[in-house]
């Protein structure tokens, strides 16, 4: 009886540590990651992830990825857009990076391999409002001593 009774005291102790793992983090809300999101001719969302920290959307076009690069390239470098990295890799996928007074923007583009046309990925960041600041002021600092 003992026995019993330790037993079931080490399988409720066990049971009540086991609790359920807690939910995965919250996608930020779409507008966090992405304030501006400029989209490719005739978008078809495709797949949309995220953690708590960052959203990702995979776009099909029926462009050609040339038009579609194209078509981001001066998007991203019109209005408060900065694009700031632009690679190729040989793959031929071209990879940008873009910043403005929002999120960042990452662009991943390349030809789909299912159909006619383009697939692009779309990853926004939610930045604290506290880095930003704290970013551009090192910046600023930077350029004064230089």
């Known amino acids: 009886m003992l026995n019993s009774r330790l037993w079931l005291s080490f399988v409720a102790a066990v049971l009540i540590g086991c609790e359920s793992e807690p939910p995965p983090p919250t996608p930020p809300a779409f507008g966090q990651a992405f304030s501006h999101l400029p989209l490719p001719p005739n978008p078809e969302v495709v797949s949309r992830t995220g953690s708590a920290d960052a959203l990702q959307l995979t776009i ?3 462009a ?3 038009q579609v690069t194209d078509y981001y390239r001066s ?3 019109k ?3 900065r694009l700031v990295s632009d690679t190729k890799s040989p793959d031929g996928t071209i990879a940008l990076y873009a910043e403005h ?3 960042p923007l ?3 583009i390349w030809k789909a391999k299912e159909r006619p046309g ?3 990925q779309l990853t926004g960041a939610v930045v604290a409002q506290d880095s930003t600041r704290a970013k551009r002021s090192s910046d600023s600092i930077t350029q004064r001593t230089s």
């Open 60 to 62: 099909y076009s029926p």
């Open 64 to 66: 050609e990825a040339e």
């Open 75 to 77: 998007v991203l470098t």
């Open 79 to 81: 209005g408060n857009w």
């Open 101 to 103: 007074d929002g999120p």
């Open 106 to 108: 990452w662009v991943r």
């Open 118 to 120: 383009t697939m692009i």
